[in-house]
């Protein structure tokens, strides 16, 4: 497994869909594009409490910046070939240049149009200190 933190800013470009795992833990996923000419689309996953909230509040074309771990998954087509998919884990994410009247839900925010989600507890789990080289 390969550990690497990932910083991203785009706008959304397929909406958030909530599943459930076996025991009954939500995960939101979405698609960002972080390049203008539409060529860099990455797929954002999250879990737990982080991924309620974005299911109820980012929406298609708003902008997000995201907080999380790179990682890549790999799975065999039907044709047989193998297919690698980066995504990025969040840690946080925040809704950037919201329109008027959205409140932030993080105390110590200071512009109003920023609203942070964060879910620390989570990813301390998904982190294996012994897999870290330094």
């Known amino acids: ?6 910083f991203i800013t785009g706008s959304v470009v397929k909406a958030p869909e909530k599943r459930f795992t076996q025991n009954d833990m939500a995960i939101a996923g979405f698609t960002i594009n972080f390049d203008p000419a539409n060529e860099g689309l990455i797929r954002v996953v999250a879990f737990g409490q982080l991924a309620d909230t974005i299911t109820s509040t980012i929406n298609i074309g708003d902008n997000v910046a995201v907080e ?7 799975y065999k087509l039907p044709n047989g070939k193998d297919k690698k998919v980066f995504e990025i884990s969040a840690n946080s994410v925040e809704k950037i240049g919201a329109s008027q009247g959205v409140v ?3 105390s110590n925010a200071q512009n109003e149009n920023i609203v942070s989600f964060n879910q ?3 990813a301390q789990d998904l982190i294996d200190e012994d897999e ?3």
């Open 1 to 6: 497994m390969t550990l690497a933190k990932a």
């Open 68 to 74: 999380g771990r790179l990682q890549v998954n790999s």
């Open 104 to 106: 932030s839900s993080s």
């Open 120 to 122: 620390d507890e989570i």
């Open 132 to 134: 870290i080289p330094f």
